[in-house]
């Protein structure tokens, strides 16, 4: 049996570790003078190997907490790899570009129907004028009547993206960017 001053003295440690390792209850607490130094040495050495092995310690329990969010996140990583994979997402990028071309594409429409219906109007009655310019707006407009074709282009765009990012990835080439309008 021993004292604390000579239990830390028999595992190399100041008496400030050897407290400390009493705090956190890696050396069971015994009443002074009677520490067995074999115990002393099999405790202190269980906690090292487990420090060593990053199960113990501060730093094992923030190692242990960096494996669980890395496995978490790569668990979220493969299931929206697999929902992509099966048309279930798309991403957002492509579809942003291919709506931006959609309505730059209508804006730009509209803005020349003035130049386009000025010639057909000169020196016109008011009803044909009408007729001609009314016809000429709903024609600019029937491309966005139906939504839902649209918004199929859309989607479509950003699944036809990543399929083709996926085949140049397989095929170790570069995806080059093209206008789908």
Same mark, same amino acid.
């Given at each position: 049996?021993?004292?604390?001053? +000579?239990?830390?003295?028999?595992?190399?440690?100041?008496?400030?570790? %050897?407290?400390?390792?009493l705090a956190e209850s890696v050396i069971t607490r015994q009443s002074s003078g009677k520490y067995d130094l074999d115990e002393v040495r099999r405790e202190v050495l269980a906690h090292?190997?487990?420090?060593?092995? &990053?199960? #113990? #310690?501060?730093? &094992? *329990?923030?190692?242990?907490?960096?494996?669980?969010?890395?496995?978490?996140?790569?668990?979220?990583?493969?299931?929206?790899?697999?929902?992509?994979?099966? #048309?279930?997402?798309?991403?957002?990028?492509?579809?942003?570009?291919?709506?931006? +071309?959609?309505?730059?594409?209508?804006?730009?429409?509209?803005? *020349?129907?003035? &130049? +386009?219906?000025?010639?057909?109007?000169?020196?016109?009655? +008011?009803?044909?004028? %009408?007729?001609?310019?009314?016809?000429?707006?709903?024609?600019?407009?029937?491309?966005?009547?139906?939504?839902?074709?649209?918004?199929?282009?859309?989607?479509?765009? #950003?699944?036809?993206?990543?399929?083709?990012?996926?085949?140049? *990835?397989?095929?170790?080439?570069?995806?080059?960017?093209?206008?789908? *309008?």
């Amino acid at each position: 049996m021993a004292t604390i001053a +000579q239990a830390a003295a028999h595992i190399c440690c100041s008496r400030s570790q %050897f407290d400390q390792y009493l705090a956190e209850s890696v050396i069971t607490r015994q009443s002074s003078g009677k520490y067995d130094l074999d115990e002393v040495r099999r405790e202190v050495l269980a906690h090292l190997r487990s420090v060593a092995a &990053g199960r #113990g #310690g501060a730093a &094992g *329990n923030k190692l242990t907490e960096e494996r669980t969010r890395l496995v978490a996140a790569k668990r979220r990583r493969e299931e929206r790899q697999d929902a992509i994979e099966a #048309g279930e997402v798309a991403e957002l990028e492509p579809v942003r570009r291919y709506l931006e +071309q959609i309505l730059l594409g209508m804006r730009n429409r509209l803005l *020349n129907l003035p &130049g +386009q219906t000025a010639c057909m109007l000169a020196m016109r009655p +008011q009803e044909e004028c %009408f007729e001609l310019v009314d016809d000429a707006v709903r024609a600019a407009l029937e491309e966005i009547a139906d939504p839902a074709w649209t918004a199929a282009r859309v989607a479509a765009a #950003g699944v036809e993206s990543k399929e083709r990012q996926t085949q140049a *990835n397989e095929c170790g080439c570069e995806v080059e960017e093209t206008d789908s *309008n």
